[in-house]
């Protein structure tokens, strides 16, 4: 595997590969990798000629100094996983080579109103962030496909409709979340729980699986509300928890045969969401 730093010395090598028609694929990335991240470069390496993942921790798309500060950076265990992987290339590259100062974002507010909901309402301008980076990497990446996590799935929606828009020849590809045996979804940032919020933060999977079972069931209202309150007592602090529609994220009151239960939670320090597909 090689890996770079330079973006127009990374542009060189892809247009050289895509000269010789091999398809690259293309796996962005924080860094902190598990193997939610390789299950992603899997799906890339069996379906595409050339692999490129990028670790790079997006300081626009943070709206807490402190979150971005702690995010963790992992980078030797990286490289030994993608290597170990078989990914074809690292890009790695410094913020500055990224972004110039006083640089704007890039603005994801017409994008529809799934953008101003959950994660969109919980972390403004968090979606700019997502798009400005995004628009960047594949400037200098030119994938034929890319490779996201249903993880985020939010995340996803607007990654579809950035490429409809401006990248109309990308192929996406969503691929499924990755699990620990407990059911808690792999995380960068599980790594900064404690060893009791480790213990209960499999009930976030836990409370999508009763939702699911009880979807279809008339008691539907009183079974979200004990989830949410449940979810609400200590340590855990409910951000949201909801059922919406797959396609445009609107809150569903009553049974759908599509449908998707999104959560947010802090416990102690730490940020995590998850969702499951009813
Ligand atoms: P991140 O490094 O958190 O920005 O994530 C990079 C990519 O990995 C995103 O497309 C995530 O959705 C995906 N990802 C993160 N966690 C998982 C997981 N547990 N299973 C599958 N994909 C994941």
Redesign the pocket.
């Known amino acids: 595997m090689i890996l770079i730093k330079d973006p127009i010395a990374l542009e060189g090598l892809i247009k050289a590969k895509k000269a010789q028609n091999l398809a690259i694929g293309f796996v ?4 902190a990798l598990h193997l ?2 390789i ?2 470069i899997e799906e890339a390496k069996a379906n595409t000629d050339f692999v490129v993942c990028s670790i790079f921790v997006n300081p626009t798309q943070f709206n807490s100094p402190t979150d971005l500060a702690n995010y963790p950076r992992t980078l030797e265990a990286d490289l030994l996983l993608l290597a170990a992987v078989g990914c074809d290339v690292l890009f790695h590259p410094e913020v500055s080579q990224i972004y110039q100062s006083k640089e704007l974002k890039l603005s994801a507010a017409d994008y529809g109103n799934f953008i101003h909901v959950l994660e969109g309402a919980k972390r403004p301008g968090h979606f700019d962030g997502v798009i400005t980076i995004l628009t960047k990497l594949f400037k200098i990446t030119l994938p034929n496909q890319v490779y ?5 799935y939010q ?1 996803c929606m607007v990654v579809q409709t950035l490429i409809a828009r401006d990248f109309p020849s990308i192929k996406f590809n969503r ?5 620990e045996a407990d059911g808690l ?4 940032r599980n790594v900064r729980l404690t060893r009791e919020e480790r213990a209960i933060a499999p009930q976030i999977f836990k409370t999508l699986q009763y939702l699911s079972q009880q979807w279809q069931k008339l008691a539907w209202e009183a079974a979200l509300n004990e989830a949410r309150s449940s979810l609400s007592k200590l340590p855990f602090e409910l951000e949201y928890l909801e059922v919406c529609d797959p396609n445009t994220l609107e809150t569903l009151q009553d049974y759908s045969a599509n449908a998707v239960v999104l959560v947010a939670v802090n416990l102690g320090s730490t940020r995590l969401i998850d969702n499951h597909i009813l």
């Open positions: 962005p990335t924080m860094g939610g991240h299950s992603l996201f996590g249903q993880k985020d995340q691929c499924a979340i990755v699990r979804a792999l995380s960068s």
